[in-house]
Nanobody, 119 residues
């Protein structure tokens, strides 16, 4: 089992910056990918960015140039930095991890952290 705990977020002004952190615990040795998804009100959950244990990154097209994802803390922590936040960035941001287990991949999710962008 992997547990994920997010921190950061809150109320931001448009044009400001966002920094989120997510710390993994439990069977962290099995994690190969960590990342962030978000869910805006009335919309489906969508990819923000992911990063593998080898450092390969994947960004949603809408995030390219505005976001940076990174890992630290012996790769047990994942960070998301976003610049020039917009009203459309409002939503719940979920930390994600994929573990490679003997029976196949297993996805884990954090409880989410609310991000609200105001004008």
């Amino acid at each position: 089992q992997v547990q994920l705990v997010e921190s950061g977020g809150g109320l931001l002004q448009a044009g400001g910056s966002l920094r989120l952190s997510c710390a993994a615990s439990g069977s962290t040795w099995s994690i190969n990918t960590m990342g962030w998804y978000r869910q805006a009100p009335g919309k489906e959950r969508e990819l923000v960015a992911t990063i593998t244990s080898g450092g390969s990154t994947l960004y949603a097209d809408s995030m390219k140039g505005r976001c940076t994802i990174s890992r630290g803390g012996a790769k047990k922590t994942v960070y998301l930095e976003m610049n020039s936040v917009e009203l459309e960035d409002t939503g719940v941001y979920y930390c994600y991890s994929r573990a490679a287990l003997y029976y196949g991949p297993q996805d884990y999710w954090g409880q989410g952290t609310q991000v609200t962008v105001s004008s």
